[in-house]
């Protein structure tokens, strides 16, 4: 069976082929099933294909053609599974199903249901050939490709500019990372003749050296790449504004494509990350700030899709962290919890926002849980796992165990754990305030009704795995089972610890614990039940600097946007052109000049011969 | 002779349609589309019998007929790989040509496609040409054509449009006509032999000032044709200016005649003179394709807009050919036909737009995606296609060119040409922000692509997709074309001698090192020992 692994990607491609050309004839719900078939269709291949790749974890490698080949550059359209591209794919397809289905209730009464479809599911499709390439550019079709949909679905309310702007605003911002990226390649296929993922990774060790500048810097560029696509700093300015996007389009975005795809990248190609320790370590202390910077920003926001926003960033983070300290599997395992708990939130927040008819501020909502009980119990899970409350929550196993790493890998450091805590209370104290306002205290605003069926299962399959998805890798003395980092390490290199005394683990998974605990206290005290007025809350200077996202949004307005805008618009009759122009004006004056000479008097005439005469002679007689 | 022939169909079909213009206004038009039609149906017949196997023995068809043999004039055409894609995209363009200009030309209809079809047999003539001398006059006979057409049935700045460009084009052909006549001279006296035989003149040897000059003769021209800044600034005119299938003609095929020019003449001709002029060439090219990105950022007007594109995408020509490499000269090949494809369907769909709400002018469009959905489809697919995304024909040429001009000597201008794909998504993402979302700034009533239309618009994004999902269809055919150019330029470099023709893969991988002598092979020797030293350590 795993030879139809070209079918999982091709699926949602024919999904949207099929829509784009009938899907204006179709009704729409036959629509909807397409849309929501192809994708759960590709989701039921991946478990088939996923049961047989079990049994035998060799990659496995199909070449469906070649794409050209040109003086040593053969990229193939090729499809390479091995253990990680494989809970790539699981996660793309199922969550992706899961969200699909969502959205068909959830965008049933839009105009542009059809166009809503073909997006998504191209947006599948491009992500599986991202994570699936055996080499880089076709690796590089699938970032672009989701790059140009994430486009296209953030702006699909496109009447409205501002839509339009966060929809550029992430196109082109992670166009800056993807010319990085692209420049890598040159390098690449400077130095190995191939750009085939495998080979170079086999390769590279042996051409270049540790921490050699041509090593360093290729890695750096893949890094440029990595942090566009996965919204960190200093590009991830746009995915606050990527909010502007229907909730279910959020939630993929945020869990199953997009944003991961910079922790694939690097996770993928880790060995030349490897050998240029210093881009390494570089990877984890980006992950560091990021995680504290974007939970600031968590805290302080009022619309509840922009903490979830936050929170992306700030998990990703963590993500980046556990990749810069040789945490493979943790970053993985973290990848895995996340994409469940965030799609639940995002598919949560935008169940909630839809029943309270548009309403995003937090501060206007409040005492939902006996009114969507089914939707405040799934959200509640999601919280906790997102909040690593110890013990019951998926989140807890993926994050603890990054958490310790980054003091426990030899690549770790004690700065970089305390980024880690402090991240982890930050988290759970945004997190606990967002259901604390939305769903507890005075109801401000009656809901229009509750959510179907369509919405609901998404919602309680995706909490049952955000509670138990974490029982499947557990901490050496909490049942010692590796389930999942056995599982990846069959493709990237398992962490290498320092050696420390076992109780060390125990007391840091205590202190993670508590922390947690309390950070989740003082969000009670501070906002349970508390009479907030129903509005946007007022800030002051700080808040409002963090509210902001730390203004990054300002300096690069100031930096670039504003001068870039303004060079072109001086410029916009291109002055070369004034040359030509005036090159026309000159010939032009000379023309007037001469023919004013002919006007047909004749003692005119008289009088230029006269003087010409003149001046012949004296130039003849006296030179 | 078939391609003379095609010569034939073309200058007959178009005197026909002028003739049948006297009896009704339908039959030019069907005159004109069979004509075309039939040139397609030759070049697709040309390609598909095609065998590749005896590519590199010479010319696929030639013909040798005598015109002017006192002064050493032929009429000499020959189709190679090269040549024979660029007629693979003449005629397709060509009748993509007839049929946007089905409705949009209401007026001397027979003289329009007269001087279309008239346009249509110099450009294919240049691309056949062998002969100086003919390659001129081929070279001269797609500027009148193309100046009544901008003239006659453009927009409203039509005239002063027409004239910049005639002057453009007719005082750097001047240029070029110099440069003709020193090469002929130059080697009649060499060799006693006076004659415009491209195969003759080939090698010749010119002393080294002179040939730089000679040479700046034909780039300058090329250049003009391809729009090098700062020699572009007749482009946005022209294009803005002139009917869609102008505009199409221009973009898609008059600005490729000044990148077959660089690669069929100037380069081989002046082979160590193209080495001296390599880093300005490559400095231009990367200054065009961001200037123009730039521009393009700026406009208002649609196809002003796009025409700045144009000046865009060329400048990605000049460096890929100016690196000597093959798989950027290959990404050439590719870009020149790719940018044809995409351009020309954005012109055609500002034109379009354009006979429905008469006016080109952003700020008042807006909105009309739920008016229009297939144009905005379409629009929104070309407009892709030209920011480069991949799995359009586009990125495939960009890509290999930046990779393969990234092996030679100019690394950081091809670093800096990358950042075009910053600047492109910023103004191709404008075009579709302006036109098809936002609110609606003026209320259009205005009909969605017929059939027609949506014929022309799916053939061409057929082609585009094919060719990004599929290249090695073309990048086949213009494999040992470009190996043998390439192969003739380093060999008055290196001066050694070197097999031509054969595919040695290991030759060729050395693509850009050319200049530090440092082959492949050595490469590989190195790492084999490094390898070694290492595993016995």
Redesign the interface.
Known sequence: MKDLLWLIVALPFAGALIL?FAGGKLPRALSAAVGVGSVSLSAILTLIVGYEFLGDTTPYLQVV?????????SPN?GFHLDTVSLIFIFIITFVGALIHLYSAEFMWKE?GFVRFFVFMNLFVGLMLILVLADNL?FL??G???VG?CS??LI?YW????KN?YA??KA??VT??G??AL??S???L??SF?TLNIQNILMEAP??WTVGSGIAVATAFLLLGGAVGKSAQLPLQTWLPDAMAAPSPVSALLHAATMVTAGVYLIARTHVLFEIAPIAQHTVAIIGAATLLIAGMSALYQHDIKKVLAYSTISQIGYMFLALGIGAWSAALFHFMIHAFFKALLFLGAGAVIWVMRDEHNMFKMGGLWKKLPITFWTFLIASASLSALPLITAGYYSKDKIIWLAYASDKGSKGLWLAAIVGAFITALYTFRMVFLTFFGKAKAEPTHRPGWMITIPLVVLAFFSFAGGFIELPDNMGHLTLVSNFVEKTLPATTLLSLQPSTELIFQIISAVVALVAVFIAYKLFFNKPFPAAVPQRNAIQQFFFKGWDFDLVYDKLIVEPMVF???I??N?I??K??TGLAYIARQLNVLLSATQNGQLRWYAMIIATGAILILTIIFFP | MILVWILILLIGTGLLAWLASRWSTFLPKLISLVGTLVYFGITLWLWLGHDSGIDSEGWIISYTGNWMPSFGIQFKLGMDGLSLLMLLLTSFLSVICVLVSWKEIKTRVGFFHFNLLLELAGITGVFLALDLFLFYFSWELMLVPMYFLISIWGHEDRIYAGKKFFLFTQASGLLMLLGILGLYFIHGQNTDVYTFDYEQLLGTVIPKGTAFILMLGFVVAFAVKLSTVPLHSWLPDAHTQAPTAGSVILAGLLLKTGAYGLIRFALPLFPEASHQLAPLAVLLGVISILYGAKLAFAQTDFKRLVAYISVSHMGFILLGIYSFNEMAMQGVVMQMIVHAVSTGALFIIAGSLYDRIHTRDLAQMGGLWRQVPRMGTMGLVFVMASMGLPGLGNFIAEILILIGSYQGPFKVLTIIATMVLITATAYALRIIQKVFYEEERKVWVIPDFGVREMIVMLSLTGVILWLGWYPSSVLRMSEVPVQKMIQEVRMSKSGEKEELGSIDKNTVYNGGDFLNEKSMDVKKENQAQKIKSIKTE
């Open positions: 784009a053609w070649q794409w050209f080949d040109v003086y040593g550059l359209i105009e550019l590089y079709l970032w672009e490709g140009l486009y296209l702006g496109y009447k409205d500019p339009g929809a550029r196109f082109i166009r800056i993807d010319a692209a420049v390649f040159y390098i296929f400077m003749n042996e051409t060079l072109s618009k410029n916009k291109d070369i052109d040359f030509y």
